[in-house]
């Protein structure tokens, strides 16, 4: 997974408006594909309700995902499509005041972890800055999160946010948590908590409104 280079140390106590696409919050580099990315994520209503969207805001988020689409002009193919999602992708911090996109990535590291565990998030360039993570812990974690790497049951994708795994996989993820954790001191561990704020309650309802969506979508493209 990656989201463009969306983090800095500064990011993590939240910046001006101004500064926002410098500088946007953890967790949105290891989220590029998490329930289609952050600028789909902002679609769903328990996003919008969290992050008390504007109307303007919801307008605005509205016309980037019309624009990142790779059908957004009939008739025209865009060649750089995934130039065009970047660039979408940055404009949702020029939207975002420093509170909701800090929020946003709170909820994009909770679900992370939730549905793929610590190794999902854990070589994320932007939380390696938030946790100091030295070089040599850096190259133990890559290894753990390599092995960690395998490819997930048909009809599991990390876009549907999954958070039922499979036994083999929760297994799996059990013991690279274990491994990562005994990585971590004390420190680093007390700051990804905090990292992940306080605990959000919504995403058994988002993955459901999510796949209703991958349905529809399926069963107009068979008419």
């Not at 995934?82 to 940055?90: C, D, E, K």
């Not at 070089?135 to 890559?142: C, G, M, W």
């Amino acid at each position: 997974m990656s989201f463009g280079s969306l983090f800095l140390a500064l990011a993590l106590t939240g910046v001006s408006q101004g500064q926002n696409q410098a500088a946007p919050p953890v967790g949105f580099e290891a989220g590029a594909e998490f329930f289609g990315g952050p600028i789909t994520l902002l679609g769903y209503k328990p996003i919008q309700e969290e992050l008390k969207l504007t109307a303007e805001q919801k307008q605005q988020l509205d016309g980037l995902r019309h624009m990142s689409r790779p059908d957004s002009i009939p008739g025209v193919k865009i060649r750089n499509l995934q130039g065009v999602q970047q660039s979408a992708r940055n404009a949702v911090t020029r939207i975002l005041n420093s509170k909701q996109q800090k929020r946003l990535g709170e909820i994009i590291l909770q679900g992370l972890i939730q549905s793929g565990g610590l190794a999902a998030v854990i070589d994320d360039p932007g939380l390696d800055l938030a946790l100091e993570v030295t070089d040599a812990q850096k190259k133990r974690l890559r290894t753990i999160v390599e092995a960690n790497r395998k490819p997930r049951a048909p009809g599991k994708t990390s876009s549907t946010g999954d958070f039922k795994p499979t036994k083999v996989e929760e297994e799996r993820r059990k013991l690279a948590d274990s491994r990562i954790n005994a990585i971590l001191t004390e420190t680093q561990k007390a700051k990804l908590s905090e990292l992940q704020g306080e605990s959000f309650k919504h995403f058994a309802a988002i993955q459901e409104e999510h796949q209703k969506r991958h349905r529809d979508g399926d069963e107009s493209k068979k008419k």
